[in-house]
């Protein structure tokens, strides 16, 4: 009967892992089952009490608003999810992970990170995204 139940647990968790690998694998390839053209991904892990992170918290309000349907924003509470640390391979918080519209990490920072440096690296990085007429208006980066 012992066998039995550990048998079952064993074969419930590799469903729950191949789950789960299954979501992560859709999750990483930004244009997995979605019909909307992939986008650039800026990944910000963080944490909601942690100073630094309080700081990128507009930053990252700004470039989802300003840039949307050019650049994904995503922000991850590693407190919170401490799963998504380990998996990015987080040492330090705040960290943004630019990543290309096909998933593929290109550069990744650590600390706090200005608005004006997270556009500029964009621009290194060869990816073109249009300020919005009120940001060029008001010559605002």
């Not at 930004?30 to 892990?45: E, M, N, Q, T």
């Amino acid at each position: 009967m012992n066998a039995i139940r550990a048998l079952r647990s064993i074969l419930i968790s590799l469903a729950c892992l191949t789950a789960l690998a299954t979501g992560l694998r859709a999750a990483d390839n930004p244009a997995a089952g979605d019909s909307k053209p992939a986008l650039p991904r800026l990944v910000d892990l963080g944490a909601d009490k942690c100073i630094p992170c309080k700081m990128m918290a507009p930053i990252l309000a700004e470039l989802e608003k300003e840039y949307a349907g050019q650049l994904k924003v995503v922000f991850i509470d590693v407190w919170k999810n401490r799963e998504e640390g380990a998996r990015y391979g987080i040492r330090v918080i705040p960290t943004q992970i630019f990543f290309d519209a096909n998933g593929k990490e290109l550069f990744r920072h650590e600390g706090f990170y200005a608005k004006k440096d997270i556009l500029a690296k964009w621009v290194e990085l060869g990816v073109k995204l249009t300020p919005p007429p009120a940001v060029v208006a008001a010559g605002k980066p």
